[in-house]
């Protein structure tokens, strides 16, 4: 064969080599990408997922709405709705003077402050400016400007102000509660926020959820047992007492007897929830929860229904109380007005200290130590409210003669207000003390029998008593409803000890006397003129209790006629 | 041999099509679905501000302070109520 009739068969004898070479190559290149292949299959697969997810798969916060609160019948005191957050990258933020100028405008800030906050490239998320008002976000979001982005967040309103500030409390830029009911209700009003998968499209649309990481759970709504009627009128009341009265502050709480619910509670001197610029620490105390007072003689009641549960008196009993003055040890016990002679039920009208305290000393002091004890003095209420004070009551073995008789009226010993108005529950129904609640529970409460139904019988007859003609506060009584309650005045305590010319007043009380409904305790922080509690104290309890007992329909149970004008000579209580 | 090969061809074009319809539709409900639930939130912030709003308007001291000024409203004395016991009215 030559090459000649090869070439014209059209065929060429290739070395073999060649082929082989061409094979070795192919399979070479084979390997190296299945080589390659493995790697990233097996080796490299997790960042490289990674890396794909970031381009299109994405982790959304799903944020939850923070709980409403309602009063008892469902009107709103706290909504949280959502407003407007502006951020930036400081190194992608690039404006012309114009657009420098009109940001910092929209934003309420200074141009220099906001150069201060772009200035550091270095960080990659500034706030510029937080809880935005909807309108000037978008106004921003409209100027298309590059770095800047906003974020939703949720701002808490309070649209009853200064009304229901103390109870309330608030809470701080990020939703989460600070003071009050706010924070103590937290972990439910809170809820958890969750997250989610999603794979977005080019537009930044969602396009797939790929998996739910955890739901967000939106915030249990809480329905408190305030009737933001009584509240309203109850912070009205205060607030012109304590202005009328060039009082320090105030204090006041409603209760429902039966229920032990608290139906208001308010706070003066007060601040506006909604703007919180310039507070100050006076403002911020809840001075029914978190404020100790020695309360004076709105303690005698339980003296004298512990003296009538013992069996050694009757409302009948007389006590001696001339000539008006008792000297223990060093300390000498006066009664404003000494009278000679007094029953025991003319003993808390009249208000005598003597009186008192004598039948306090008649009662060994391990009795009178646990009842005050188990009226819940000197621990703190049940409430769940942060803060809540638990009172100073002594251990009676360290009580000297002097300390047990000024205990009878309420002095050396230190209460809230708000124990000092659930202790009077004994009275309202049949000797229970009911514990309270500022949660709408409207089931009749049971709480431990501390006396029989006839001593809180007694008790409030002569509490009805001392608001007659006669009494200490006759200015606590209303129109068309019998009311029964104990007037207070005690010198504050200054220093370890007690300032001459500074004074609680204090009123507590209670109405329908037929049929207690509810319970009102007013204390005034020195007022300046007049300070007895019948003076200043009473009249706020009338006040606030005539619009309560109609606000709730209760059914009058006196005759509706004018009120016979106590005498300008009421006797006042002994401080 | 080669017909069958053809006619599953024909079959897997057509499944890949129709998976690929099917996940554009997925993806279009899934929009719309998105829309409804962020429509929902946003009617759920609406109520918020509406009952704030009404809560605002509704306060107690204002409907008060317009009753005795605006519209020279009082509370009537007590001796003027007359209060009926729920049974007596049915």
Not at chain 1, 2 to 31: C, D, K, M, Y
Request: charge should be positive; hydrophobic fraction near 45%; proline fraction near 5%.
């Amino acid at each position: 064969m030559t090459a000649g009739s090869v070439a014209a068969q059209g065929l060429v004898r290739l070395p073999v080599w060649r082929a082989r070479v061409v094979l070795v190559a192919l399979i070479g290149a084979f390997s190296v990408l299945t080589v390659r292949a493995v790697y990233l299959q097996a080796v490299k697969m997790d960042f490289l997922q990674e890396k794909g997810d970031a381009r299109y798969s994405r982790v959304l916060e799903m944020p939850a709405t923070r709980g409403r609160i309602t009063d008892r019948h469902g009107e709103a005191l706290a909504v949280s709705t959502p407003v407007k957050s502006i951020w930036a990258i400081p190194a992608d933020v690039q404006l012309k003077p114009a657009q420098r100028k009109g940001l910092a405008r929209l934003l309420g800030v200074s141009t220099r402050e906001l150069d201060r906050k772009l200035a550091e490239p270095e960080r990659d998320f500034v706030y510029l400016k937080r809880q935005l008002a909807p309108e000037a976000a978008e106004a921003i979001a409209r100027l298309r400007l590059p770095g800047i982005y906003e974020q939703r967040e949720y701002r808490r309103y309070y649209p009853a102000g200064e009304v229901t500030a103390h109870l309330l409390g608030f809470t701080d830029v990020e939703d989460v509660g600070q003071e009050g009911l706010e924070l103590a209700y937290q972990q439910s009003l809170g809820g958890t926020r969750g997250s989610r998968r999603v794979i977005k499209d080019r537009l930044g649309q969602v396009v797939e959820d790929v998996q739910s990481i955890r739901a967000a759970q939106d915030g249990v709504d809480l329905t408190l047992s305030i009737d933001s009627k009584i509240q309203s009128v109850a912070f009205a009341a205060l607030k012109a007492a304590v202005e009328r009265h060039r009082a320090k502050a105030g204090a006041l709480v409603a209760l429902d007897a039966r229920t032990g619910e608290v139906l208001a509670l308010a706070n003066v001197p007060s601040y506006n929830p909604n703007n919180r610029a310039q507070l100050s620490g006076a403002e911020l105390r809840n001075r029914v929860i978190t404020d100790l007072f020695e309360p004076g003689s709105t303690l005698k009641p339980f003296t004298i229904a512990l003296a009538l549960e013992s069996g050694k008196v009757t409302p009948q009993t007389l006590v001696a109380t001339a000539p008006g003055r008792m000297t223990l040890a060093h300390y000498t016990i006066r009664d404003v007005h000494p009278a000679g002679a007094l029953t025991v039920t003319q003993v808390l009208q009249k208000s005598s200290n003597i009186g008192a305290a004598k039948l306090a000393l008649a009662m060994p002091s391990e009795a009178l130590w646990g009842f005050y004890d188990h009226l819940g003095f000197g621990r703190a209420p049940q409430l769940g409210f942060p803060g809540a004070a638990a009172g100073r009551l002594r251990p009676h073995r360290s009580w000297r003669p002097i300390e047990q008789a000024t205990m009878a009226y309420g002095h050396g010993i230190s209460v809230s207000l708000i124990q000092l108005a659930r202790a009077y529950t004994i009275f309202a129904g049949d000797g229970e003390l009911v514990p309270l609640t500022l949660v709408k529970s409207e089931l009749a409460a049971h709480g431990e029998k501390l006396v029989s139904t006839e001593t809180a019988g007694a008790v409030r007859a002569m509490l009805e008593a001392a608001v007659q003609p006669g009494g200490t506060g006759p200015r606590a009584r209303i129109i068309g409803w019998r009311v029964a309650g104990k007037t207070g005045t005690a010198h504050k305590q200054e220093n370890g000890g007690y300032a001459a010319d500074k004074y609680i007043a204090s009123f507590v009380g209670l109405a329908p006397v037929s049929a207690p409904r509810v319970i009102i305790a007013v204390m005034l922080d020195e007022p300046a003129g007049e300070y007895y509690g019948g003076s200043v104290a009473a009249p706020v309890f009338a006040e606030v209790m005539q619009a309560t007992l109609r606000l709730l329909g209760v059914p009058h149970d006196a005759p509706l006629e004018p009120l016979p004008q106590p005498a300008s000579d009421a006797p006042r209580e002994s401080t | 041999m080669a017909k069958l090969n053809l006619l599953l061809l024909a079959v897997l074009v057509a499944c890949a099509l129709g998976l690929v319809t099917s996940q554009h539709k997925a993806r279009k409900l899934f929009s719309a679905l998105e829309r409804e639930h962020e429509h929902a939130r946003e009617l759920d912030v609406e109520y918020g501000r509406l009952q704030l709003e009404a809560s605002t308007w509704g306060q107690h001291s204002r409907v008060a302070r317009i009753a005795a000024g605006t519209l020279g409203l009082r509370v009537p004395d007590a001796r003027r109520v007359r209060l009926l016991a729920r049974d007596n009215a049915q």
